[in-house]
Protein backbone atom coordinates (compact mmCIF):
# COMPACT_ATOMS: atom_id res chain seq x y z
CA UNK A 1 0.00 0.00 0.00
CA UNK A 2 1.30 3.33 -0.64
CA UNK A 3 1.69 6.08 1.68
CA UNK A 4 -0.57 8.07 -0.39
CA UNK A 5 -3.34 5.93 0.44
CA UNK A 6 -2.75 5.61 4.02
CA UNK A 7 -3.15 9.12 4.19
CA UNK A 8 -5.89 9.17 2.84
CA UNK A 9 -7.28 6.45 4.93
CA UNK A 10 -6.12 8.37 7.89
CA UNK A 11 -8.26 11.31 6.57
CA UNK A 12 -11.05 8.98 6.81
CA UNK A 13 -10.41 7.65 10.11
CA UNK A 14 -9.72 11.20 11.68
CA UNK A 15 -13.33 12.37 9.72
CA UNK A 16 -15.07 9.23 11.88
CA UNK A 17 -13.16 9.48 14.98
CA UNK A 18 -13.96 13.67 15.53
CA UNK A 19 -17.50 13.37 14.45
CA UNK A 20 -18.10 9.77 16.37
CA UNK A 21 -21.36 10.80 18.53
CA UNK A 22 -22.86 12.42 14.70
CA UNK A 23 -22.37 9.03 13.03
CA UNK A 24 -23.16 6.54 15.33
CA UNK A 25 -26.88 7.34 15.45
CA UNK A 26 -26.39 7.26 11.32
CA UNK A 27 -24.24 3.61 11.14
CA UNK A 28 -27.40 1.98 13.69
CA UNK A 29 -29.17 2.51 10.79
CA UNK A 30 -26.84 2.46 7.82
CA UNK A 31 -23.84 0.72 8.26
CA UNK A 32 -20.45 2.00 7.06
CA UNK A 33 -16.97 0.53 6.44
CA UNK A 34 -15.12 3.18 8.11
CA UNK A 35 -15.91 1.36 11.49
CA UNK A 36 -13.99 -1.37 10.24
CA UNK A 37 -11.43 0.72 8.79
CA UNK A 38 -10.92 2.26 12.34
CA UNK A 39 -10.69 -1.27 13.89
CA UNK A 40 -8.28 -2.69 11.61
CA UNK A 41 -6.10 0.81 12.18
CA UNK A 42 -6.08 0.43 15.84
CA UNK A 43 -5.33 -3.40 16.00
CA UNK A 44 -1.86 -2.39 13.80
CA UNK A 45 -1.23 0.86 16.22
CA UNK A 46 -1.97 -1.12 19.42
CA UNK A 47 1.31 -3.29 18.68
CA UNK A 48 3.17 0.42 17.41
CA UNK A 49 6.14 1.57 19.89
CA UNK A 50 4.26 4.07 22.28
CA UNK A 51 5.86 7.12 21.25
CA UNK A 52 4.16 6.12 17.81
CA UNK A 53 0.82 5.12 19.13
CA UNK A 54 0.57 8.74 21.10
CA UNK A 55 0.71 10.04 18.12
CA UNK A 56 -1.81 8.26 16.23
CA UNK A 57 -4.00 9.08 19.08
CA UNK A 58 -3.64 12.92 18.84
CA UNK A 59 -3.69 13.06 15.14
CA UNK A 60 -5.71 11.02 14.15
CA UNK A 61 -8.25 10.29 17.32
CA UNK A 62 -8.19 13.07 18.93
CA UNK A 63 -7.95 15.01 14.88
CA UNK A 64 -4.87 17.75 16.66
CA UNK A 65 -2.98 19.20 13.78
CA UNK A 66 1.03 18.32 13.78
CA UNK A 67 0.92 22.27 15.29
CA UNK A 68 -1.50 21.45 17.70
CA UNK A 69 -0.22 18.19 19.19
CA UNK A 70 3.23 19.50 19.41
CA UNK A 71 2.19 22.33 21.49
CA UNK A 72 0.42 19.96 23.63
CA UNK A 73 3.07 17.51 23.79
CA UNK A 74 5.89 20.27 24.37
CA UNK A 75 7.46 18.76 21.06
CA UNK A 76 8.75 20.92 18.01
CA UNK A 77 6.37 21.23 14.81
CA UNK A 78 9.35 19.22 13.19
CA UNK A 79 9.56 16.39 15.75
CA UNK A 80 5.55 15.46 15.41
CA UNK A 81 6.45 15.58 11.69
CA UNK A 82 9.56 13.18 11.75
CA UNK A 83 7.19 10.81 14.41
CA UNK A 84 4.32 10.92 11.68
CA UNK A 85 6.22 9.88 9.35
CA UNK A 86 7.99 6.92 11.16
CA UNK A 87 3.94 5.97 11.74
CA UNK A 88 2.75 6.23 8.48
CA UNK A 89 5.68 3.69 7.16
CA UNK A 90 5.14 1.69 10.59
CA UNK A 91 1.77 1.81 9.53
CA UNK A 92 2.85 0.51 5.20
CA UNK A 93 5.02 -2.11 6.77
CA UNK A 94 2.03 -3.83 8.96
CA UNK A 95 -0.27 -3.56 6.31
CA UNK A 96 2.02 -4.58 3.42
CA UNK A 97 3.04 -7.73 5.66
CA UNK A 98 -1.29 -7.93 6.10
CA UNK A 99 -1.07 -8.21 2.25
CA UNK A 100 1.68 -10.80 1.43
Not at 19 to 25: E, G, L
Request: net charge positive; aromatic share 12%.
Amino acid sequence: MTLIEIRQQLKTIRLYYTNKARFSAAFDTLPHTVKELAEKYAAIVSTAPLDLYYIYYELYVKGLTQEATAEDLNYSTEYIRQKNKKLLLFLQSKLDGQSA
